[in-house]
């Protein structure tokens, strides 16, 4: 028997196309080209989400900084205390005087981010719209975030026209005197060199001097 007719035909093999043509069929087809549609259009709409809201949180942290830090408040001036380092008067009809020198303590309170330089100002002492004496407030500043005490020297010295003030003579005879103090600070805000504003704050205070003891009392500032 012959060898080689025994042996059977092979069966050709399926041929499969190529991967690329593959992929260009798959590209082509109608159902995958609207799910990569859909998928960046999904991507993009993140995208956009993600810049949306950090420009949002920027804005945001923005607002807050400038409220919070470059916001510019009036700084707050009172008396904290007064000491009398002399005192003399007279309190007998018709003379009623009496002169004064005052150790007084003025503070500051600058609750902004920046310090307040103020001009030079004074400081003055009246009773009942007759103003008697007062001090020189020399400029200076005060720093951010901090209450800021300056020392002043007022002289007080009753003016001829109170002698015939019957309110002025009760109290001298009473021993208790009710004196009143104003103050205005004509200032500059600095804040991180981005703020520079201009500032201006008053002082009122009231008190009750009293006579024999040398004491100031019932110091009110607002």
């Known amino acids: 028997m012959d060898i080689e007719s025994d042996k ?43 810049v949306f809201l950090f420009i949002v949180l920027l804005a945001a942290a923005a607002l807050i900084f400038s409220i919070a830090v470059l916001r510019v408040e009036r700084p707050h001036v009172k008396l904290t205390s007064i000491s009398v ?19 007084v303590l003025l503070a500051i309170d600058n609750n902004n981010f920046g310090r307040y330089r103020f001009e030079e100002s004074r400081a003055t002492i009246s009773y009942d719209n007759w103003t008697i004496g007062g001090g020189r407030i020399f400029g200076d500043r005060a720093r951010a975030r901090e209450v800021d005490r300056f020392n002043i020297s007022m002289d007080v010295k009753s003016v001829d026209g109170l002698s015939s003030n019957q309110n002025f003579s009760s109290e001298l005879n009473s021993g208790t005197v009710n004196l009143n103090s104003y103050a205005e600070l004509n ?16 002082m009122n205070c009231t008190m009750s001097l009293h006579l024999q003891t040398r004491q100031v009392h019932n110091l009110i500032c607002f």
Do not use: D, W
């Open 8 to 50: 059977l035909p092979l069966t050709p093999g399926k041929i499969h196309p190529r991967s690329n043509e593959e992929a260009f069929a798959k590209m082509m087809n109608p159902k995958y080209r609207l799910s990569r549609r859909r998928q960046q259009g999904t991507s993009g709409g993140k995208c956009f989400v993600y």
């Open 85 to 103: 380092s002399r005192l003399s008067y007279i309190a007998a009809s018709p003379v009623y005087t009496f002169n004064a020198s005052l150790s």
């Open 187 to 202: 200032g500059r805000v600095r804040i991180m060199k981005i703020v520079n504003k201009l500032k201006k704050t008053v």
